[in-house]
């Protein structure tokens, strides 16, 4: 995902054939194809070819360049990939260039260029008046205004608007602009109070109980005794509530970036709301990436990630430093979870959240909710842990005593909810093995949850077993 002007990623090849980095037309065929397969335009190349051995080559792009440099002596390849094109697939440019080198393993880093120029502007609610239907021509009555509130979706490319929710609003709209965003509070005949984050709708009061409770107890139940609990976003208090329901929680921090939304749910949302003030819970208005990455070591059993979409402020946690910093904060039973998007509307975007996670957790599951007010309606969570967590192994007396209070958890969809349509498994799960494939053998201590080893986690992961053999990662 694009945050500033452009992306630049940095891939490091150690252990590669000498043969291998020696060969001109075989480097020249891997950057080509790689650039081509990533999407971008090729506008011309160069290569040269070094005594006693060596290859360098760049590959520019009307969307910037690719550039690698060999030293076969090494077994080691540096490849740069710099694009300012939304559309571009960057992973998928260095996975074409390690196809090509084999490398023993490879490390990547990826760098938002330019993003002190490229502060999004914050994105007002769309309210818009229109005349109910059947409205007489000439003056028109009050009672025949209807206003309606739209999230848009945008095209990534262009920035146009390719997609509306609508909503009928009954009552006044409240609007706040903030220093972080802009947050709406609007009322709908069908879902109640509705809470708005810069254009975005994040929260009903209709249909939240089927997000918080599936993103709250499927997590929590895949933990033997979850008594630690953090909390990153959530300021809303939906998921705080459903994670109180769990009698062995001892102590919850939750870190919400902008306490507007805490005051604003407070006012609104009354039934969000009540279990912010229980003794158990520490509020932290502060950045949650900030919050996991000074948390002590193995300091948390469960750790939730509820967050807007990946806009502004909320990019970095859809990243792997965040997920990193995230294992390292858990536990050795630790789990993450987290709202993971629809696979309709931000298809794009989940694939690079699942290879950003995979780098982490090669593991990573997912799973599904309905939650009608989200686009698309198919919403998923992602799901990590130490490999071998099984989405199968849960306490189903605890579950029942938790989904007593619930409307849409069973223990029943504990398991269920992991069965994912197959478009949703290659969009999620497959490509986080892929991308934790790639990082098999990488340092002690990269790419795996604390105690873990990479490999073990990709052989046959939970969800591997649950479901039928995956088809190739198409990206
Ligand atoms: N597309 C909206 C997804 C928002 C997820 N988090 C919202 C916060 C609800 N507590």
């Given at each position: 995902m694009m945050h500033g002007l452009g992306k630049h990623i940095l891939a490091e090849f150690y252990g590669c054939d000498f043969e291998r980095l020696n060969d001109p037309e075989l480097l020249e065929r891997a950057s080509l194809e790689a650039v081509e397969r990533s999407g971008a335009t090729i506008m011309s190349h160069h290569f040269k070819v070094f005594?006693?051995?060596?290859?360098?080559?760049?590959?520019?792009?009307?969307?910037?360049?690719?550039?690698?440099?060999?030293?076969?002596?090494?077994?080691?390849?540096?490849?740069?990939?710099?694009?300012?094109?939304?559309?571009?697939?960057?992973?998928?440019?260095?996975?074409?260039?390690?196809?090509?080198?084999?490398?023993?393993?490879t490390e990547r880093t990826l760098h938002h260029r330019g993003t002190e120029l490229a502060d999004e502007p914050h994105r007002p609610p769309i309210i818009e008046e229109r005349l109910a239907p059947g409205s007489p021509s000439g003056p028109v009555p009050a009672s025949d205004v209807e206003r309606w509130i739209t999230e848009y979706h945008l095209d990534r490319g262009t920035g146009r608007r390719q997609l509306g929710y609508s909503y009928l609003t009954s009552g006044g709209v409240t609007v706040e602009r903030g220093p972080l965003q802009e947050i709406a509070v609007a009322e709908s005949p069908i879902f109640g109070r509705m809470l708005f984050i810069d254009g975005y709708l994040m929260t009903t009061e209709g249909d939240e109980f089927v997000y918080h409770e599936m993103l709250a107890h499927v997590p929590m139940l895949l933990h033997p005794?979850?008594?630690?609990?953090?909390?990153?976003?959530?300021?809303?208090?939906?998921?705080?509530?459903?994670?109180?329901?769990?009698?062995?929680?001892?102590?919850?921090?939750?870190?919400?970036?902008?306490?507007?939304?805490?005051?604003?749910?407070?006012?609104?949302?009354?039934?969000?709301?009540?279990?912010?003030?229980?003794?158990?819970?520490?509020?932290?208005?502060?950045?949650?990436?900030?919050?996991?990455?000074?948390?002590?070591?193995?300091?948390?059993?469960?750790?939730?990630?509820?967050?807007?979409?990946?806009?502004?402020?909320?990019?970095?946690?859809f990243e792997e430093p965040f997920f990193r910093s995230l294992s390292r904060a858990l536990a050795p039973e630790g789990i993450a979870a987290g709202q993971s998007l629809s696979p309709w509307v931000q298809k794009q975007e989940q694939r690079e959240l699942y290879a950003e996670l995979g780098r982490v957790w090669p593991g990573a599951l997912s799973y599904h909710a309905t939650v009608p007010t989200y686009p698309g309606g198919l919403w998923t969570f992602y799901c990590c842990g130490a490999p071998g967590l099984d989405p199968s192994g849960f306490d189903s007396a605890r579950a029942t005593r938790v989904a007593a209070g619930c409307r849409c958890y069973t223990p029943e969809l504990q398991t269920a909810a992991f069965h994912l349509p197959r478009f949703v498994r290659q969009n999620t799960v497959d490509v986080a093995r892929a991308s934790g494939a790639d990082h098999e053998g990488d340092a002690p201590g990269e790419g795996v949850a604390p105690g873990a080893s990479t490999r073990g986690q990709t052989a046959g992961s939970p969800q591997e077993r649950m479901a039928p053999p995956p088809s190739p990662v198409s990206r």
């Amino acid at each position: 995902m694009m945050h500033g002007l452009g992306k630049h990623i940095l891939a490091e090849f150690y252990g590669c054939d000498f043969e291998r980095l020696n060969d001109p037309e075989l480097l020249e065929r891997a950057s080509l194809e790689a650039v081509e397969r990533s999407g971008a335009t090729i506008m011309s190349h160069h290569f040269k070819v070094f005594e006693p051995q060596g290859v360098s080559g760049v590959v520019v792009i009307a969307e910037s360049h690719l550039s690698f440099h060999t030293w076969p002596e090494h077994g080691y390849a540096a490849v740069d990939y710099f694009t300012c094109g939304e559309h571009i697939d960057i992973h998928l440019a260095v996975d074409v260039m390690a196809e090509a080198l084999q490398p023993g393993h490879t490390e990547r880093t990826l760098h938002h260029r330019g993003t002190e120029l490229a502060d999004e502007p914050h994105r007002p609610p769309i309210i818009e008046e229109r005349l109910a239907p059947g409205s007489p021509s000439g003056p028109v009555p009050a009672s025949d205004v209807e206003r309606w509130i739209t999230e848009y979706h945008l095209d990534r490319g262009t920035g146009r608007r390719q997609l509306g929710y609508s909503y009928l609003t009954s009552g006044g709209v409240t609007v706040e602009r903030g220093p972080l965003q802009e947050i709406a509070v609007a009322e709908s005949p069908i879902f109640g109070r509705m809470l708005f984050i810069d254009g975005y709708l994040m929260t009903t009061e209709g249909d939240e109980f089927v997000y918080h409770e599936m993103l709250a107890h499927v997590p929590m139940l895949l933990h033997p005794s979850p008594r630690r609990v953090l909390i990153v976003g959530g300021g809303d208090g939906g998921l705080l509530r459903e994670v109180l329901r769990h009698d062995t929680v001892e102590r919850v921090d939750l870190v919400e970036i902008d306490d507007q939304v805490l005051q604003l749910s407070r006012r609104h949302l009354p039934r969000h709301v009540v279990a912010l003030d229980d003794h158990r819970v520490t509020v932290h208005i502060s950045d949650g990436a900030r919050f996991a990455r000074h948390a002590a070591e193995g300091s948390y059993d469960v750790a939730l990630v509820d967050s807007t979409d990946p806009i502004g402020a909320a990019r970095v946690l859809f990243e792997e430093p965040f997920f990193r910093s995230l294992s390292r904060a858990l536990a050795p039973e630790g789990i993450a979870a987290g709202q993971s998007l629809s696979p309709w509307v931000q298809k794009q975007e989940q694939r690079e959240l699942y290879a950003e996670l995979g780098r982490v957790w090669p593991g990573a599951l997912s799973y599904h909710a309905t939650v009608p007010t989200y686009p698309g309606g198919l919403w998923t969570f992602y799901c990590c842990g130490a490999p071998g967590l099984d989405p199968s192994g849960f306490d189903s007396a605890r579950a029942t005593r938790v989904a007593a209070g619930c409307r849409c958890y069973t223990p029943e969809l504990q398991t269920a909810a992991f069965h994912l349509p197959r478009f949703v498994r290659q969009n999620t799960v497959d490509v986080a093995r892929a991308s934790g494939a790639d990082h098999e053998g990488d340092a002690p201590g990269e790419g795996v949850a604390p105690g873990a080893s990479t490999r073990g986690q990709t052989a046959g992961s939970p969800q591997e077993r649950m479901a039928p053999p995956p088809s190739p990662v198409s990206r």
